[in-house]
């Protein structure tokens, strides 16, 4: 008998978690990810502060450097630099990345200082094929890979990737967008969802209200507030970062 019971408590949680899914694909319709290109991105820089459990350990800034040619088609060169401090270990992130008009990835090359080590993260683009290669304690791996057509390149914590791909497309209002993301760091692809929230939520930084957009992509954590396609705010709840817009 108990274990009769047993297996009528597990279906009725699955039968609830099927209803959940169910309902949320009724709610959120899934849709693919179609880039309709970059609007035109103005040289300028944007500075953001990085919290861990509500106290700032560093900064996270992001330029547009230019547009110019990049192999015989028009081009932004960005870059980034990522300073934090935890736990006493200082982090510094130097990152160099292109990228056509459309978004498509052309070049992408990451120096990290993690304390006493380093790695550095080179991958450059023919196409949609990567040939990426990275260093370590004196180890490389190198690997070539062809990518699904419009992948997007992102770096998880990276607020400037995360800002360019919202820029590129219009998700709608409480939607769901499959898209394929490409994470340098672990040279490989991931399939991935952000759910747009229907409503919008009021963001107070340095005195002044944004009414933002409010964007999930519930795989990796993360919550994003949008305001006017600028990402004002990064959070990602399971280790408590968060990456606010300071100035730019």
Known sequence: MRKLWIIGVAAAIFGVLFFMEFYTSLRFPVTKYVPMGLPPLPVAERNYDFF??????????????EVRDYEGQPAYFTSSLTSVVSDDTVIELETIYIFSVKLNPLEYR????????????????DGWNVYASTEMEGSRVEREMELPVDTVLIDTNMVGHWDFFFKSFDPGVGKRVGFT???P???NTASMELIVDKGTKMLTINGVDYECQV?????LDLTFYLHNEDVLKLEESNQNIAIVFSSG
Request: aromatic share 10%; with cysteine.
């Open 215 to 219: 964007v999930r992509v519930s795989k």
């Open 181 to 183: 993301m490409f994470v």
């Open 52 to 65: 861990k459990d509500g106290e700032k350990v560093g900064s996270y800034i992001f330029r547009v450097e």
């Open 185 to 187: 760091q672990a040279l």
């Open 110 to 125: 990451l120096n990290a200082t993690i304390g006493e080590e380093h790695q550095s993260i080179a991958c450059v683009f």
